[in-house]
């Protein structure tokens, strides 16, 4: 059974920091690409950020989350990080990791050749 399991959310001020994680079981999560999505009450599910499966490749949803955020991933550890700087009101959402080809996870997250996991929360807030 595939497994992917968020952690690290939490409620922060503007300009605070936090770091997600994403523990992936039962597939071979090298063989895998890797992204965040989030989504909020106001807006559609949105790609954040993907990884290649062997981490060469990285791909930021906009400018803004590229100079802010960094993902990476730890394959010996079957797990996959993002690094949230400097947040923002606009970054309050519930991040989710998915797994999956690293055309479908980033152009076909629909496709039920993905996986994914139930979220985190993230609030920014003053």
């Known amino acids: 059974q595939v497994q992917l399991v968020e952690s690290g959310g939490g409620l922060v001020q503007p300009g605070e920091s936090l770091r997600l994680s994403c523990a992936v079981s039962?597939?071979?999560?090298?063989?895998?690409?890797m992204s965040w999505y989030r989504q909020n009450p106001e807006k559609e599910r949105q790609l954040v950020a993907a990884i290649s499966p062997n981490g060469s490749l990285t791909d930021y949803a906009d400018y803004s989350v590229k100079v802010r955020f960094r993902i990476s991933r730890d394959n010996a550890k079957n797990s996959l990080y993002l690094q949230m700087n400097n947040l923002k009101f606009e970054d309050t959402a519930e991040y989710f990791c998915?797994?999956?080809?690293?055309?479908?996870?980033?152009?076909?997250?629909?496709?039920?050749?993905?996986?994914w996991g139930k979220g985190t929360l993230v609030t920014v807030s003053s």
């Open positions: 998915n797994a999956g080809s690293y055309y479908n996870i980033r152009y076909n997250p629909n496709s039920d050749m993905n996986y």
């Open positions: 039962g597939l071979t999560f090298s063989n895998y690409a």
